[in-house]
């Protein structure tokens, strides 16, 4: 059984959180400059959209499954509007899968 006052609950934290993740991301996505560890990570997903699997930068420690994702995004964006692989991009594709997994899963939950 499903109690419905808690899943109202979390589904009003899940999209309050989500709104303020938004804010945060188009605040990151007008920044001209490196963030964090952006320094090391865009131009390696940078090379993952020229399809250079074979390059990796030593200093990362996470696995590539964002780099992949950013692969097929890109490809199918350059495909459809001529979208290039660029900072702007790689971070939209970050917040596309920071919002749209934990949305996947939440509601998944419920299903």
Not at 13 to 23: D, P, Q, T
Not at 55 to 71: E, M, Q, R, S, V
């Amino acid at each position: 059984n499903l109690d419905f006052s808690t899943m109202k609950t979390e589904k009003f934290v899940f999209l309050l959180s989500s709104i303020v993740y938004c804010a945060i991301l188009w605040n990151g996505y007008m920044s001209i400059e490196p963030y964090m560890d952006e320094i090391f990570h865009i131009p390696q997903a940078q090379q993952y959209c020229l399809g250079n699997f074979e390059h990796w930068d030593t200093k990362i420690t996470t696995f590539p499954g964002l780099y992949l994702l950013a692969f097929v995004f890109q490809k199918l964006a350059n495909f459809l509007v001529g979208v290039e692989c660029t900072v702007q991009f790689l971070r939209l594709t970050n917040a596309a899968c920071a919002i749209g997994i934990p949305m996947y899963v939440f509601f998944y939950r419920y299903k």
